[in-house]
């Protein structure tokens, strides 16, 4: 099988620091000292020259942006740092401070302003800028389509940015990237992988001296940890960032004092909890930033339901709930009508209690929504829950006519807490399920046609190449005739998992059907996949799966690679071409790729 090399993707060369844009080419780095030095210099404008002090202008301006959140600072210093690049004609800088500029839409609750401002300039800034400034750009489009409820659309382009990232020196751009990633997952609740990205954000921080960007992501990881159960794990990670030194009065560290809040009233330490909350109140009073008020609202209502009674907490609550319902935070929404119904279902007061879960169920949706499709089960859970409904309103009735009613009563509303926890536990399953195999855990070919449409649409309008191939596991009847099938299950869930390890996360890799699987690479042309499928190949042969006392190996497969444009511009018609060159691989002696021949005209 002829291995293929395959091209490091193009880009912009990192900018060579010099006294000019040094400053800035190191102010995420170390923020503190970067803001220190370009301040200097900017008090000091006649001892340096024009390029010097734009770029001192511009990391003044960002770090108010970024750190400070002082706008009108942030907005003084782009306009000052904007009027010097074009007087010297220094399109770098200009594209950077356009960048600043619509950041300050953004932040100013303008998103849609924000969002035409970058895509008008997002073709010049990919063709000019090196990946640790263009990231700048990209990062701010993620933003625009957060604050719009367009999450996928941003992290669609927060993976661009991460891959973009990958292919130069380690970066905190790229930190910050996963841990920007990590949130927007948290917010669809897709908590496993979000716990791993903000993991890694993590680790990578001890090179820098940056302790937002730290405490953004370990606030993530803390979420994400939530979201999965594990507790003693978030009570870590928020005593982990409580011990970093002048950490607590960074004004920026709101969503910090809010998950802070409540870890600690889940552990009881109510105190500690109370002292969080007091920080996210003066944090809000001295820093209206677009969230700030979502998490003090929680925060609170974290604090009263450890310590108040029932109708202070139901009040907290519902000021969490329309905070948060008002500025769009998806994650506070669920949290805050999930914790009211439960309480509310406690006093009795279950009409109440269930528009507080009918509230629930529509947010979680839209957190589904943004991911794969799950509309079949979701329609069965809302038939359920609307039979429910119906039951209980009819025992409410009755409820008034004698005392053996009112115990019908109490016995369907435990049926109805019930049903909405089964509703809560099969959403979540329902989440991996609808796109993932059972066996192998790979995707499957439910989430392929509804990615695939997305990714060929990326690739003709970037025009970029996208390849598919389809792999079959040579000889596998062997291994269920000789080990019975559930030594061939074994074997297929190690397969997949060896797959899935060695590839890019940008990579698709799913289970066809039986022992094939079909793997789609984004941005890669043919012989870069070729050079990928050799690699597979040779790891495969040395995978070694123990069975009993014996160990099965010597596994090997047969290939085809199919190129969009060349043999096809649907997923059908890659699969299809794909497919017959896979039979004449196998046929031709098997431990092979073979490409399929380009569509005539």
């Not at 903000?198 to 302790?211: C, F, S």
């Not at 009570?235 to 607590?248: F, H, I, R």
């Not at 109140?281 to 609202?297: D, K, M, P, Q």
């Amino acid at each position: 099988m002829p291995l293929f090399a395959q091209a490091a993707p193009a880009a912009v060369a990192e900018p060579v620091a010099h006294p000019a844009t040094a400053l800035w080419d190191g102010h995420f780095e170390i923020p503190s000292a970067a803001f220190e030095g370009a301040s200097a210099i900017v008090a000091a404008p006649r001892d340096h020259d024009e390029a010097t002090l734009a770029w001192a202008e511009l990391t003044v301006g960002y770090h108010h942006l970024y750190f400070t959140g002082s706008l009108a600072d942030a907005r003084r210093a782009l306009d000052h740092a904007g009027m010097r690049f074009i007087k010297l004609g220094d399109r770098r800088g200009a594209l950077l401070v356009d960048a600043g500029r619509a950041r300050l839409l953004i932040v100013e609750h303008q998103p849609i302003a924000g969002r035409e401002m970058l895509e008008a300039m997002f073709g010049d800034a990919r063709r000019e800028l090196a990946p640790r400034d263009f990231f700048w750009v990209i990062n701010a489009l993620c933003t625009t389509y957060f604050r719009t409820d367009e999450i996928d659309e941003s992290i669609r382009y927060m993976y661009e940015a991460l891959e973009l990232l990958r292919t130069v020196d380690l970066s905190p751009q790229l930190v910050a990237v996963l841990a920007n990633l990590a949130a927007a997952l948290v917010t669809v609740s897709d908590y496993a992988p979000a716990r791993d990205l903000a993991e890694e954000a993590v680790e990578l921080l001890d090179r820098y001296d940056n302790p937002q960007l730290l405490q953004h992501a370990r606030s993530n990881l803390a979420e994400a940890q939530l979201g999965m159960g594990d507790q003693a794990g978030a009570l870590a990670t928020v005593e982990a960032m409580l011990g970093e030194p002048g950490g607590a009065q960074d004004a920026t560290r709101s969503h910090f004092c809010c998950v802070a809040t409540e870890v600690f009233v889940l552990h009881g330490r109510t105190a500690d909890a109370q002292r969080m909350c007091a920080q996210a109140e003066a944090i809000f009073h001295s820093a209206l930033g677009h969230y700030n008020e979502v998490y003090l609202r929680w925060a609170q209502a974290c604090v009263a339901r450890d310590v108040a009674d029932d109708e202070t907490v139901v009040a907290a609550l519902e000021v969490a709930a329309e905070t948060a319902a008002r500025h769009r935070h998806i994650v506070c929404v669920c949290k805050a009508n999930a914790a009211l119904a439960d309480r509310l279902a406690g006093m009795q007061r279950y009409q109440e209690a269930f528009a507080a879960q009918r509230k629930l169920y529509d947010a979680n949706n839209f957190r589904l929504d943004n991911r794969a499709s799950a509309r079949y089960y979701l329609l069965r859970v809302e038939h359920e829950l609307t039979s429910v409904r119906a039951e209980r309103d009819r025992a409410l009735v009755q409820r008034q006519e004698t005392e053996a009613l009112n115990r019908q009563l109490e016995q369907l509303n435990a049926e109805l807490s019930q049903k909405m926890r089964e509703i809560e536990e099969l959403q979540a399953r329902l989440k991996r399920e609808a796109v993932h195999d059972p066996l192998t855990q790979l995707f499957n070919r439910r989430y392929l046609d509804s990615a695939m449409p997305g990714l060929i649409g990326s690739a003709e309008r970037w025009n970029t190449p996208l390849t598919l191939a389809l792999l079959d596991l040579d000889h596998f009847k062997r291994v269920n005739d000789r080990y019975g099938h559930l030594a061939g299950d074994k074997v297929l869930r190690r397969v997949g998992k060896l797959f899935s390890s060695s590839l890019r996360p940008s990579d698709i890799v799913s289970r066809w059907g039986g022992e094939e699987f079909c793997i789609v690479f984004p941005e890669t042309d043919v012989a870069g996949a070729g050079t990928a499928l050799a690699s597979l190949a040779a790891k495969l042969r040395t995978l070694n799966v123990e069975w009993g006392e014996e160990v099965i190996t010597g596994f090997t497969f047969s290939a085809a690679l199919a190129a969009h444009g060349a043999n096809g511009r649907t997923l059908d018609e890659l699969v299809d071409a794909a497919d017959r060159a896979l039979y004449a691989a196998k046929g031709a002696g098997r431990d092979r790729v073979l490409v399929a021949q380009t569509q005539p005209g």
